[in-house]
């Protein structure tokens, strides 16, 4: 049987995470943040002191590093030197670097290779930018979220986080490779009113009626 994709794209901090880990979890699906992907490479530019704004550079380093996809707790994760990098890929030096990183051609044809290998490990739900245009277009379970920019804001100051998410949205919707859009098909969500709960329960409702439909 071929593997089903629930694909959750939508802008930073619309809460693509949290609901997408909600609608893994209901419904016994594999998680996979491809954001810490992206994230993963821009905090490994760092280490190695490649600029991020050097695409051939950047590309060099990428066919140089040594990774590895495996499937714990139910989440895929994309292991660099053996190593899941998972507190490092979430400093402001990443978050103010992946975006640059994510506007190279060549690595996002790397990253979409890799996202599209994560079939291997069931059925998934996963988050991004491009996962309904790009990664998994064929898919019928696309969500696109959103909330306003001055909740998205006051989210991110909840975690700790002082971000300018404005410019980075307009970075990933502006880039001229795979840029940030709601994928044709798409539900809309604009949860800025709406708890993660009720977020998820409209994603886990939508699948669940579908899938019966299929029946
Ligand atoms: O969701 P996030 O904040 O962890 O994403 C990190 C960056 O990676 C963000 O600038 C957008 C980019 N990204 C992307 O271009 N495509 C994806 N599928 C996932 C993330």
Redesign the pocket.
Known sequence: MKNIVIAIDGT?ASG??TNARLVAQALGYVYV???????TLAWYCLQKNVDVHDAKAVTALLRKWKTRLECADARARLLVDGYYPEKEIRTAEV?AA??QV?AIPKV?EW?VAR?RECVQFGNLVM?????GTN?FPETEFKFYLDASLEERTRRRSAEGVNENLAA?DQ??SQRAT?P?MVPLGAMVINNSQLTSDQTSHLIIGEVRKRLAGKK
């Open positions: 930073s693509k995470s943040d491809t954001g810490a992907m992206y994230r978050s992946v975006a994510a996002r990253m996202q988050e991004g930018r491009d996962i990664v980075r970075r990933d795979a940030l």
